[in-house]
């Protein structure tokens, strides 16, 4: 079981950029997976979550309206569209399954799977 995030890298402000999780071990359309987002030294903030059955999608207030979650049950994969990027999206972002929870509840599911963060860095 793994997820594998890539897509990450150097942008400037205005700018968009995609990330992917590929997930492994298990179908993306069993289990809630979302995005998280860390600076160091700062709490790990929750970005964006899709929920099992896709038919709750959750956003962080700082990025509604600018990020959005796509899921492709072919391809396994969950993604994260990112437009109008802005230098306080600077972070390494996560994607990680169970994300509804926190959410809805501000909890992290014990179960939950990580997958290795990808560095976003959005500077002129």
């Known amino acids: 079981v793994q997820l594998q995030a890539s897509g990450g890298g150097l942008v400037q402000p205005g700018g968009s950029l995609r990330l992917s999780c590929a997930v492994s071990?298990?179908?993306?359309?069993?289990?809630?997976i979302g995005w998280f987002r860390q600076v160091p030294g700062n709490e790990r903030e929750g970005v964006s979550c899709?929920?099992?059955?896709?038919?709750?999608?959750y956003y962080g207030d700082s990025v509604k309206g600018r990020f959005t979650i796509l899921r492709d049950n072919a391809k396994n994969t969950v993604d994260l569209v990112m437009n109008n990027l802005k230098p306080e999206d600077t972070a390494v972002y996560y994607c990680a399954t169970d994300c509804v929870g926190y959410f809805t509840n501000s909890y992290y599911y014990p179960g939950t799977i990580w997958g290795q963060g990808t560095q976003v860095t959005v500077s002129s």
């Open positions: 071990g298990f179908t993306v359309d069993s289990r809630a």
């Open positions: 899709i929920s099992r059955t896709k038919d709750s999608i």
